[in-house]
Nanobody, 116 residues
Framework: QVQLAESGGGSVQPGGSLRLSCAASGITFSNAVMSWYRQAPGKERELVAALNNARDSIEYADSVKGRFTISRDNAKNTVYLQMNNLKAEDTAVYYC?????????WGQGTQVLVSS
């Protein structure tokens, strides 16, 4: 059974930082393209960052470039999202996604609230 467990969300003031983690089980993690998505209230889910298994292909949403960093530790079956200089518009539920060929799995999400 595939499980993706996100953690690290919370409340932070503008300009602050958070690091999200997504621990995967039930998949061959090293073969998966791992991504972070987010969904703000009333908006569609959007891609934040994606990192392939070879770590040689990274994609970021324009709105987070220079502030967020995606990384992965294949030995720990974990993908991370380091978020710096957070803004109010980063407030959303953040989801982890694993893609292996045509198979896609999602985590349950972790809430990030950026507010003064």
């Amino acid at each position: 059974q595939v499980q993706l467990a996100e953690s690290g969300g919370g409340s932070v003031q503008p300009g602050g930082s958070l690091r999200l983690s997504c621990a995967a089980s039930g998949i061959t993690f090293s073969n998966a393209v791992m991504s972070w998505y987010r969904q703000a209230p009333g908006k569609e889910r959007e891609l934040v960052a994606a990192l392939n298994n070879a770590r040689d292909s990274i994609e970021y949403a324009d709105s987070v470039k220079g502030r967020f960093t995606i990384s992965r530790d294949n030995a720990k079956n974990t993908v991370y999202l380091q978020m710096n200089n957070l803004k109010a518009e980063d407030t959303a539920v953040y989801y982890c996604k694993a893609k292996r060929g045509t198979l896609i799995s999602w985590g349950q999400g972790t809430q990030v609230l950026v507010s003064s």
